[in-house]
DNA sequence: GCCAACGTTGGC
DNA sequence: GCCAACGTTGGC
């Protein structure tokens, strides 16, 4: 079955049109329990991913991505030069985990405050109080409005 | 820059 | 196991 999630990234940091230049990326850097278990657990090949901009003006969905392979160890844990290393993960017993994605399709930026104006998102994780988590998941319904609002058919 | 929300750490 | 202190996230 295919699921829909969305993924945080700092435009500053990793922007959608990055992921485009790439053609691939793998997600590192994720150090939250909660996000870490859903990408060694649920996301699987195929599912597609909300591309979102935080931290921006105004922070918005930027594109749709698709998970390319599954979880995986993030060996930038135990890189030492790496600014997400942990001491307490090694390659004999990772500690955290990554998954691998690629662009499918820019969209019409949606921003957080177009989201916020949905009643038909008004449920998404997202618009949660307090909400940090960088993977959460959403529903087909709420990707498929969101892709409607962003202008893709 | 502010600050609310939340996760993690560590003393007890 | 509790909880205060602290760090981070991220919208505003």
Redesign the pocket.
Known sequence: MVRYWLM?S?PDVYPFSQLIADGKTHWDGV????ARNMMRDDLKLGDFVLF????????HVAGIAKVCREGYPDHTSWDPNSKYFDE?STPENPRWMMVDIKPVKEMNMVS??DI?ANPALEDMP?V???????VQPVSQDQYEEICRMGGVQ
């Open positions: 945080k700092e150090r939250n329990y909660q979102y901009h935080s931290n921006t003006k105004p922070p307490k957080l405050a916020k997202l949660q109080r307090g909400q940090r988590l960088s």
